[in-house]
C-alpha cells in the first residue's frame, strides 16, 4: 500500500467553482501533514500545514480526519492562478512522504 | 524572507560523469533533505540529513550518491558515474522546527544525462 494516495486528477472546474481534494495516508503514526502547490517544473512551495482542528487561508481550507487517516484540501471561489498539482504530504518523524499530486486546471 | 537556493539550474552531463548538484538551506534550519522529481513523475525523497550526517535515505541513493555539507552553508548532492536514468530535477529542501515541522523547498536543479 502506498504511504500517501491522492485521485491524479485532472480536476477541470470553472472560475469561481469550489474544488475539493482528498487525501489518504497509509501510517497511523504520522505526525504532520502538509498541502503543497507546484506548478509545471516548478519546485513545490507550501500552501498549508493541515492543523488538526482544521485550518483555513482565505479561499483554502484544510482538514485532518485522523480516525479514517485522511486528509482534504477545499478550494472556494477558484482562480485561473489556482491552476497547479496539489501535492499531499505526510511527515513521520521527519521523513516525509508525497502523494503523486492532484493536478488542477481552472477555465476561464 | 531566506530561500533555499540551489546551483545550477540546470546541468548536462554525459553518462559516467560525476555531477556535484550545490544548495544553500536556510541558515537557521538543522534538517536538510534532497528529492528527485522524474518528469511527469511524483516527488521522491533520497536522503536526509542532520547533525553533520545522513539520518535517512531510501533505496534510490546507492553507493552511486554522495551528500556532503563542506562549511556552514553549503549542501551538495554528488552523483559518481551517472546513468540515463538520473536525469531529473533534483531539489534541495530545509526543515523548519517549530509544531508542524515544515520543509520549503530550493528551485531545483535540472539534470540532464545524455
Known amino acids: 500500500r502506498k504511504e500517501v494516495e491522492q485521485d491524479p486528477g485532472p480536476f477541470n472546474v470553472p472560475e469561481g467553482a469550489t474544488v475539493a481534494f482528498n487525501c489518504t495516508y497509509s501510517?497511523?503514526?504520522?505526525?504532520?501533514f502538509f498541502w503543497y502547490r507546484q506548478d509545471c517544473r516548478k519546485e513545490p512551495k507550501l500552501l498549508m500545514s493541515?492543523?488538526?482542528s482544521g485550518n483555513e487561508d482565505g479561499r483554502f481550507t484544510a482538514q485532518l480526519n485522523r480516525a479514517s487517516q485522511y486528509i482534504s484540501l477545499l478550494i472556494r471561489d477558484s482562480k485561473l492562478s489556482d491552476s497547479a498539482t496539489y501535492l499531499c504530504?505526510?511527515?513521520?518523524?521527519?521523513?516525509?512522504?508525497f502523494g503523486s499530486g492532484t493536478k488542477l486546471n481552472v477555465k476561464p | 524572507e531566506p530561500e533555499v537556493t540551489q546551483t545550477p539550474s540546470h546541468q548536462v552531463t554525459q553518462m559516467g560523469q560525476e555531477v556535484i548538484l550545490r544548495c544553500v538551506p536556510i541558515?537557521?534550519?538543522?534538517?536538510f533533505y534532497w528529492y528527485r522529481q522524474i518528469l511527469g513523475q511524483k516527488v521522491e525523497f533520497l536522503v536526509s540529513?542532520?547533525?553533520?550526517?545522513?539520518?535517512?535515505k531510501s533505496e534510490i541513493f546507492d553507493d552511486q550518491f554522495s551528500v556532503e555539507r563542506p562549511d556552514g552553508s553549503n549542501f551538495t548532492l554528488k552523483i559518481r558515474s551517472t546513468k540515463l536514468e538520473d536525469s531529473a530535477m533534483y531539489f534541495c529542501?530545509?526543515?523548519?522546527?517549530?509544531?508542524?515541522?515544515?520543509?520549503?523547498f530550493g528551485p531545483g536543479t535540472r539534470l540532464t544525462v545524455l
Open positions: 504530504v505526510v511527515n513521520n518523524f521527519n521523513k516525509f512522504y
Open positions: 501510517n497511523s503514526a504520522s505526525q504532520s
Open positions: 493541515v492543523y488538526s
Open positions: 541558515s537557521n534550519h538543522l534538517y
Open positions: 540529513f542532520y547533525n553533520n550526517e545522513i539520518s535517512e
Open positions: 529542501a530545509s526543515l523548519r522546527e517549530g509544531a508542524y515541522n515544515e520543509q520549503f
